[in-house]
């Protein structure tokens, strides 16, 4: 309870505005504390999930030079943790590398006791550590692993309700996307939230690689969804 009470109060710190450097540090200590706890008494979820938070925190180099100013010894911590000596990265993006192993960490935990929604969230942040390193081809393929594991999900858990559809990355035969059926229909419980990260990252990778149709097709689900989901308060 005490780690999750801190991993929750630190992610609404991060909500509060994520360029502010005071909610940076106020949720990165919140975090730091959470992840130690749960470190040291192996609550695989959380530190899995708070090493997500910790690789999209890094992967911005404001961010990044945030917490190594202020928060230099717990900074250096967790890049023992994650950077072995023979990895050491002296091109100034050490902060990529790091992130880029938190994510890998947490996809590999979360595929350890099946949570394919904590998978979700490990994908995007990994891709997302490619994107900010200049290289969206390698982003985008984890971009639509994600959205890979949320049908995976899906069809998991709503089966009955889906009659064997899927998300697609991009589909030029599809009159009307999935992705607002599945917020409406009460039967399947999307998480807005999961969805509106997924196309956004995908719109935001196709467009770095000069592919303008598939990035405004998400694009268009991301402003659909995004709207719904604002006149309907989730």
């Known amino acids: 309870l005490w780690a999750n009470y801190h991993y929750i109060k630190g992610l609404l710190y991060l909500n509060k505005g994520n360029s502010q450097p005071e909610n940076v540090i106020n949720a990165f200590d919140l975090l730091f504390q959470s992840f130690t706890v749960a ?15 910790f690789s999209e925190m890094l992967t911005h180099p404001i961010t990044d030079s ?5 928060r230099g010894n717990e900074s250096h911590y967790l890049y023992n943790i994650f950077v072995h000596h023979d990895n050491i990265d002296e091109s100034g993006k050490q902060h990529l590398h790091v992130a880029k192993e938190m994510a890998k960490n947490s996809i590999m935990k979360s595929q350890q006791f099946g949570n394919l929604i904590l998978k979700t969230n490990g994908l ?12 969206p081809q390698e982003a985008l393929s984890y971009y639509e692993q994600a959205l890979e594991c949320l049908n995976t999900h899906h069809q998991t858990f709503y089966s009955d309700s889906l009659s064997g559809q899927k998300l697609m990355a991009y ?5 009307q996307p999935l992705d607002m059926q599945w917020v409406i229909d009460e039967k399947i419980q999307t998480i807005p939230a999961t969805l509106l990260q997924i196309r956004e990252a995908l719109s935001r990778a196709y467009s770095a690689i000069g592919i303008k149709q598939a990035s405004d097709y998400n694009q268009n689900i991301y402003l659909d969804v995004l709207s719904h989901t604002r006149e309907n308060k989730y």
Do not use: C, P, W
């Open 39 to 53: 470190e040291r008494h192996q609550l695989t979820y959380f530190t899995a999930s708070i090493e997500q938070v």
């Open 171 to 175: 589909d030029t035969t599809a009159k």
């Open 124 to 135: 995007l942040a990994m891709g997302d550590a490619y994107f900010y390193n200049h290289e």
């Open 66 to 70: 945030l917490i190594s100013h202020h």
